[in-house]
């Protein structure tokens, strides 16, 4: 700097500072040559210079001269410690002389001033308050974010959840169903799908697990059908899980309207339910939506579509990709202990729970498939991996071996083993729960009991695989004479759809799937065909279906073996989604190479044409008759009373006109036909005579309604006009029926 060597100064011997620089010296100075000489400090007697200046900005301006310290003139500020700044500040204090000017903290970043009387301006003075400084630049800041209020929250929410997939897909899953039953839902108080059998004994059954909830819940299972009978509702599967509906509305119309949207609700569940798991798996989106409508809309459901405890398979497929979410299972990415998630494995077990109350019929099939789901998962824990040790060593320290496994395997978190504990235990209660007043109808009722005799007649042939229901709009008509040679059509015409089965095949060569999960589906559409054939299966199905029936308990409840066949278009619909999802990963591929990066009509016609060909085959032609509304003498007659005619389908159809107050009834339709209601149809085919009332009074029946539109042209023709004379019958004459009323017996 100037005046440090000026001749007016004296000199003093200070520290050579090149071969020892002090800390925060400039890095980018080079150091002086080892000839230079000592710079010396001589003591100022006179002030020549500008006492040192701290600024905050202390880069040096390019048009003032500067003394140099070296060869080079620095060209920024550095920061500096406190024993150079400690230095600079004696030396100015010591040239300053009588400069009154306040010390001023030099630990912010420092400059020396190298002209004198220079003086930078300052702009943001150091003294002002932290506070102060940041108000000077907020005009520069970005805007403050701002804080939504209650309702802007709320929407954004709802946006968010109507924007995810699984609410698209929900929303789709149910237009779809609407489009894929219509016209189900055009007069859904008036017609019901099918026919006028089952879905009417169905209705019925909604019907009555609302109002016995409603009314009297400790008499559920004794309905007010097959009277004096008891535990009459589990005299066939109860959909008792859909009771929540039946609280809802009285009389006949509610019920079909009910009915009716059970119908469609279960449609959409099986799709819904089908999407979510093979999507859990690891499947693409248009690989789950192609698996969902082969599960959902396959041609052999038609054939059921009278069956609402057949169609309402969605909460299976639903609680097997809950319990795989929460257990961080993936059939592409194998299992991922960072994926697990307890609350989801419970609400898995919380469905199936649901699944099993809706009825055995298919829900005995998915308990045995959660159990051994339940034991090949604990047995790969077991014993993969294994240690790798000599075998002469494991036989000599068998316990080192099991010390040396132990810590290898995959550790459970607590609250996935406590959901899961917590979600067998409600399973299992819910099943004992429900198998508890079928267990007492069997008690009461040996007969119930299928033998292997009655499985001939349900068992489908080899070829009903490829054979569609009448009720398909694609195949019915064509297929009509391969079920000709069927005792039971409905039950055998089990066509899973020639697309899924193409895609299916195709999905064992090209698929996203690895290898060996590929043998397994495979093996597991293998078993579950011979299975639904019952004793159309090889060796007459000793070997397969009929060991089932013998030692499984619950299991000799099912004639129907063709219905397994669910299990089958699960397999296929999951390696069908694979070889969709591997066509659609490779198309992205493609385009990902191109400009521009999207597929064009081609390609995009090709990825959504698997799926409107299965939706093609899924369309149905099922009818959808009116049902006839009760006769008003119903509601005039005393029960308990009987209804004639009497059998299995006018019995199912009283049954739905009963929902109008529920009186105490003798008909019923069911599984199996109990003796005592076999013994009345008898009995009453010379209706009205003295052995008919005598068996009507030792039942206790107060009434006996006779409908004119049904009996005019059968066995009970004379009901309609008998005399009654002598027999303590009063008799009355409504338009659409004639009422017995019987009295106390006029000989006792």
């Known amino acids: 700097m100037r005046g440090i060597n000026d001749e007016r100064t004296r000199r003093a011997p200070v520290t050579d500072h090149w071969s020892a620089p002090l800390e925060g010296s400039y890095d980018d100075e080079p150091p002086a040559p080892p000839s230079a000489p000592p710079i010396e400090i001589e003591e100022a007697q006179e002030p020549r210079r500008a006492p040192v200046r701290v600024v905050r900005r202390v880069s040096l301006p390019r048009r003032q001269p500067a003394a140099r310290l070296g060869p080079r003139r620095p060209r920024s500020v550095r920061r500096v410690s406190g024993a150079v700044a400690a230095a600079a500040t004696a030396a100015s204090e010591a040239t300053a002389g009588a400069s009154t000017r306040a010390p001023v903290s030099l630990t912010r970043r420092v400059n020396l001033t190298r002209r004198p009387g220079y003086v930078k301006p300052r702009r943001v003075s150091l003294r002002k308050s932290p506070a102060q400084q940041r108000a000077r630049w907020q005009a520069f800041a970005p805007e403050p974010a701002r804080v939504p209020n209650l309702a802007q929250r709320i929407l954004a929410v709802a946006g968010r959840v109507l924007a995810h997939e699984y609410t698209l897909a929900a929303l789709g899953s149910l237009v779809l169903a609407v489009v894929m039953t219509w016209p189900t839902m055009r007069h859904p108080t008036r017609t019901i799908p099918q026919d006028l059998g089952d879905p009417l004994l169905q209705a019925w059954q909604l019907a009555w697990s609302g109002h016995a909830l409603r009314t009297d819940p400790a008499n559920l299972w004794n309905s007010n059908t097959f009277y004096p009978e008891n535990y009459s509702f589990a005299f066939s599967d109860t959909l008792l899980g859909l009771a929540p509906f039946g609280l809802v509305g009285n009389g006949l119309p509610a019920a079909i309207l009910r009915y009716n949207v059970v119908f469609v609700l279960a449609f959409a569940l099986a799709f819904f339910g089908m999407y979510a798991l093979v999507r859990q798996l690891g499947a693409a989106r248009t690989g789950a939506v192609v698996a969902a409508a082969a599960f959902a809309y ?196 089990l066509l899973l759809g020639f697309v899924v089965i193409g895609l299916a095949l195709a999905g064992l ?240």
């Open 298 to 493: 396959a041609p052999w459901r038609w054939g059921q579509a009278g069956h609402l405890h057949v169609l309402s398979s969605g909460g299976i497929v639903l609680a097997l990709a809950m319990l795989a979410r929460g257990h961080g299972l993936s059939l592409r990415d194998g299992f991922h202990r960072d994926r697990l998630r307890p609350g989801w494995a419970l609400a898995g077990w919380i469905v199936a729970a649901w699944q099993i109350s809706l009825g055995f019929g298919i829900g005995l099939p998915f308990a045995y498939v959660l159990a051994l789901l339940v034991l090949v998962a604990g047995v790969a824990w077991l014993v993969a991996p294994l240690p790798s040790v000599p075998l002469a060593w494991l036989h000599a320290n068998p316990v080192g071996w099991v010390r040396a496994w132990w810590p290898m395997r995959v550790k459970v978190p607590a609250m996935l083993l406590r959901a899961n504990a917590a979600g067998v235990i409600l399973f299992a209660g819910v099943t004992l729960g429900m198998a508890y007043p079928y267990l007492r109808v069997v008690e009461q009722h040996p007969y119930a009991r299928r033998g292997v005799n009655e499985l001939g007649l349900y068992s489908p042939p080899g070829y009903g695989f490829l054979t569609a229901p009448a009720e398909s709009w694609l195949w019915g008509s064509g297929h009509s004479g391969l079920r000709a040679a069927m005792p039971a059509p409905n039950e055998g015409s």
């Open 509 to 748: 060569l090209y698929s996203i799937w690895p290898y060996y999960v590929r043998f397994v589906l495979l093996i597991g559409m293998i078993a579950s065909v011979v299975l639904a054939m019952g004793t159309s299966a090889p060796f007459h199905g000793k070997l397969s279906y009929v060991v089932l029936h013998r030692f499984l308990p619950g299991w000799d409840a099912i004639r129907t073996p063709g219905r397994l066949v669910l299990w089958t278009t699960l397999l296929a619909g999951i390696l069908a989604a694979g070889a969709v999802s591997a066509f659609v990963e490779r198309v992205r591929e493609y385009v990902a190479e191109r400009d521009p990066n999207r597929p064009g009509p081609i390609l995009q016609l090709a990825m959504v044409l698997p799926l409107l060909l299965v939706l093609v085959e899924g369309i149905s032609a099922s009818h959808h008759p009116t049902v006839p509304p009760a006769p008003a003498a119903l509601r005039q007659a005393e029960a308990p009373l009987l209804v004639l005619p009497s059998d299995q389908n006018n019995d199912e159809m009283t049954m739905a006109w009963s929902t109008d107050g529920f009186p105490a009834i003798v008909n019923g339709g069911s599984g199996f036909t109990p003796e005592r209601l076999r013994e009345v149809r008898e009995v009453l085919a010379n209706f009205p005579d003295a052995a008919s009332i005598r068996l009507l009074r030792d039942l206790g029946v107060r009434s006996v309604v006779v409908v004119k539109s049904k009996a005019a042209n059968g066995p009970y023709a004379a009901a309609v006009d008998a005399d009654v004379s002598g027999l303590g019958v009063e008799r009355e004459d409504t338009p659409d029926a004639v009422i017995y009323r019987i009295g106390t017996d006029p000989v006792a």
